[in-house]
């Protein structure tokens, strides 16, 4: 991974320093709200129900031993003894006070680690797929470039106050687990008819309360010219962007509003402007590659047949395998996810004694290197298969084994009403009863692959406009109400669900999960997955059956 030069550690420790005294004056009355809001946004730091709520950047999700001691320490100390996991790979602690928090950066900071953009008007955190470098699909590993883009965003002076929020994503691989196509930026590693790889370039996508999938405005771009595209972007954003109306600010809105070719010309136009003073030289890249080169493998370790002996004699460490696990390139590897979807826990959650013993799993097991997920899990990218079946037993003692990775109990979810200022409506309380209603693991693991998301507000956190089944809370009168969504998808056929019709009371809305599921149960083909079976029947006999029974 990525390890800050002395020039990196100086800037971050200035930005504390230069947080702490601003907080200060806050809090003496020397520095108004309105003027403070813009600083500690810039620093990662919201005002929630309850208390403040600091979001920790994870650069394309990358996290070291050490660093997860670090968020464990953070935990016990200034929080309620947990963190969260975003659907942006980050980390985020919902109960630091306010005071404290310029304490929270140093320790961080400490660790080569800042919340520096991680919310207001500007450049967030990059974000790619989670199985980088060591999936079986890969074209190149995408980690180098994200960390590229990372330095070039932080601080960018002329991309500080952008009209809106902007995300940036990329995918190195055939599949796409990085959700590109629903950012303002996405970026593929591609391969053109010379053989050379180079990037696709997509923008204008997004979700919340107008959910629009990306268009590719170049379908082949030169290594050397990212960072000028990536400017000439930003820039045209920046002059073009609304900034009357903070709804239609992103610019999936100019990109619809002006119509892709236009907005193609007009990038376009910039670049040529621009590139020839921004390339990126071969030695650049390859510096970058450095940090990300492959770790010491076992040259035998599809040698030691204990691995297969294990599966044979454990069903539920087969299970596991079946579920939580991913086809590593390495012969003898495997990709071992941590569960952070246990049925009697918030999705995404974590306490201090997981995450500081995951951190002592990371340095056994998978070369002191853990990865977040844009799912809220967690995964050890390295694994001997030898050593799985040690790495199961110690993660099921822990409550991190529910073998549920890509199931319907495997629920992306955000804080809802719990936490969030915003929120119209809970969601850790039905995520809660949709597991316990699904309490069969049997039954879950025949279902097969369903992504369910739920968001407690139109903001759209947790995704629902693009979950195989997406609920989205809404108010009604002071009362929670639930819209449900099919057919949606992240992946390479990004789709926008459909709506399934009026929204439904929160007493409701697990009886209509249960029903859309038997549905599914009793009309699918063999072997055909549930979004398969949404795309050939059509929403309608969910939808009968859903307001037939509420």
């Keep these: 991974m990525y390890r800050y030069s002395h020039d990196d550690q100086t800037l971050l420790e200035e930005r504390v320093a230069q947080f702490k005294e601003q907080t200060d004056r806050f809090l003496q009355g020397k520095l108004p709200e309105d003027q403070f809001r813009a600083l500690r946004l810039m620093n990662g730091l919201y005002i929630q129900t309850h208390a403040p709520m600091l979001r920790v950047a994870v650069p394309y999700g990358l996290l070291s031993a050490k660093q997860l001691r670090k968020l464990a320490e953070i935990a016990r100390t200034y929080d309620k003894g947990y963190a969260h996991i975003s659907t942006r790979q980050n980390v985020q602690y919902n109960w630091p006070q306010l005071e ?15 919340a520096i953009q991680t919310s207001g008007n500007c450049l967030r955190n990059t974000t790619t797929d989670h199985l980088a470098g060591v999936c079986k699909d890969e074209i190149e590993d995408p980690r180098p470039y994200c960390e590229i883009i990372r330095q070039w965003s ?6 500080a106050y952008l009209p809106r929020k902007f995300k940036i994503a990329v995918s190195g691989a055939e599949t796409d687990r990085a959700a590109t196509q629903l950012h303002d930026i996405g970026l593929h590693l591609v391969t053109n008819d010379q053989g050379e790889i180079g990037f696709q370039v997509m923008a204008g996508g997004g ?6 999938i990306a268009k590719t405005i170049r379908p082949y771009l030169e290594k050397k010219h990212l960072l000028s595209y990536l400017e000439a972007i930003l820039r045209i954003y920046n002059l073009y962007g609304r900034r009357d109306n903070k709804y239609k600010a992103r610019i999936k809105i100019l990109v619809k509003e002006t119509g892709v070719e236009k907005f193609t010309g ?8 621009i590139k020839d003073g921004m390339e990126l030289s071969d030695e650049r890249i390859a510096q970058m590659k450095a940090f990300f080169a492959p770790p010491a493998y076992d040259p035998d370790a599809d040698q030691d047949p204990s691995f297969q002996r294990h599966l044979e004699q454990d069903q539920t460490f087969a299970s596991w395998v079946q579920f939580n696990t991913r086809e590593h390139k390495i012969p003898g590897y495997r990709a071992a996810f941590v569960s952070l979807k246990a049925p009697d826990s918030p999705p995404g959650d974590i306490t201090d004694k997981q995450l500081d013993a995951i951190a002592d799993l990371a340095d056994r097991y998978s070369f002191g290197e853990v990865r977040s997920t844009h799912r809220q899990n967690l995964l050890f990218a390295d694994v001997r298969q030898a050593d799985l079946h040690a790495l199961w037993q110690e993660l099921d003692g822990l409550g991190l084994a529910t073998a549920n990775i890509g199931t319907a109990t495997d629920m992306i979810c955000c804080p809802g009403l719990d936490f969030c200022s915003l929120a119209n409506a809970g969601s850790i309380g039905i995520a809660r009863e949709i597991n316990e209603a699904l309490d069969d693991l049997d039954y879950v693991h025949d279902l097969g692959e369903i992504n369910i998301n739920m968001s407690g507000c139109m903001n759209g956190c947790a995704h629902q406009s693009v979950g195989h089944i997406g609920i989205l809370g809404v108010d009604k009168k002071g009362a929670e109400w ?3 969504t099919l057919g949606g998808c992240s ?6 669900g459909q709506r399934l019709g009026p929204a ?7 009886r209509a999960i249960g029903n859309i599921l038997e549905v599914y149960v009793e009309n699918r083909r063999t072997g055909e997955k549930f979004l398969d079976t949404v795309k050939r029947l059509g929403i309608d006999p969910f939808k009968e059956r859903v307001y037939e029974n509420n």
């Design 100 to 114: 404290q928090v310029p304490e929270i950066l140093e320790h961080l900071a400490s660790v080569q680690m800042h």
């Design 154 to 159: 932080t601080f960018h002076p002329e991309f």
């Design 207 to 212: 979700l919340g309360r107008t959910p629009i």
């Design 266 to 273: 007009m990038v376009e136009e910039e670049w040529q402007r």
């Design 482 to 484: 639930y819209q449900i």
């Design 491 to 496: 992946e390479n056929q990004a789709a926008i």
């Design 504 to 510: 439904l009371a929160k007493d409701q809305i697990t």
